[in-house]
């Protein structure tokens, strides 16, 4: 729920929580991939108009906002999101922000000496872009040697505060960097917002909801600085 401090409207519980939202709210006809269903949130039934309740209706798929992709959304066979262990994408997690404006490269990973088991969450010019309200191409992506990489190096989890980590200009990134991390068990967190979020070490939960053999599942991510 929205909170409003200070006359401004801000993601999640603010308050004096030292705990950060990072998750992109659901609404309806929110940014989508182009060639997906546009989401579409409904209240159906309304308390402030007389019915007796309030409700909303969800039309939606499970790559929308904030979520986590499962090795089944490319790996044909792979697990699916119901068999994820909860551990993958909560735990201590780093933040590192990317001042390459159209990629993520090895140069500029390399200096930050990844350690097998990490979860690593990028910042990236991309959170400034949900400001929009619409889908842009051009945004800050995964090289592919960059998945390799992250990959070899046996990360738990990687995110991006887009979303997706391929860019649409090169079909073959999407497909590549997506097999490359899930076929080596690294779950992926596409749509988070780091706009907020310092570079440093947190806390992470960021649990997807139990999709029964869902390729992804739509999730809640909050970090807390350590």
Same mark, same amino acid.
């Given at each position: 729920?929205a909170q ?12 004096q ?71 993958a ?6 933040? +590192? =922000?990317?001042?390459? *404006?159209?990629?993520i490269? !090895?140069?500029? @990973?390399?200096?930050?000496?990844? %350690? ?51 860019t ?25 917002? +780091? =706009?907020?979020v310092? *570079?440093?070490?947190?806390? !992470?939960?960021? @649990?997807?909801?139990?999709?029964? %053999? ?13």
């Open positions: 729920m409003k401090k200070a006359g401004k409207t801000t993601w999640g519980d603010a308050g929580s030292p705990w950060i939202d990072i998750s992109i709210p659901l609404k309806d006809k929110m940014i989508h991939w182009p060639t997906d269903p546009v989401p579409r949130i409904e209240r159906l039934k309304d308390r402030d108009k007389g019915d007796p309740v309030s409700l909303m209706e969800l039309q939606i798929i499970d790559h929308v906002g904030t979520h986590v992709d499962a090795p089944l959304h490319f790996i044909p066979g792979g697990k699916t999101i119901d068999k994820m262990p909860v551990n994408t909560m735990g201590r997690a780093r933040v +590192l =922000e990317i001042k390459n *404006p159209k990629a490269t !090895l140069e500029e @990973l390399e200096p930050h000496n990844l %350690r097998r088991g990490e979860r690593i969450l990028f910042k990236t010019r991309n959170s400034s872009l949900y400001k929009t309200g619409e889908f842009t191409e051009d945004y800050v992506y995964f090289a592919t040697e960059v998945a390799q990489y992250m990959a070899d190096k046996g990360l738990k989890a990687v995110g991006l505060d887009y979303i997706s980590i391929g649409p200009q090169n079909r073959d990134s999407i497909r590549d960097t997506h097999s490359i991390l899930l076929e080596n068990g690294v779950y992926i967190i596409e749509g988070i917002n +780091l =706009e907020k310092k *570079p440093g070490r947190y806390d !992470l939960i960021c @649990l997807p909801l139990l999709l029964d %053999r869902g390729d992804a599942g739509p999730a809640r991510a909050i970090v807390r600085p350590l």
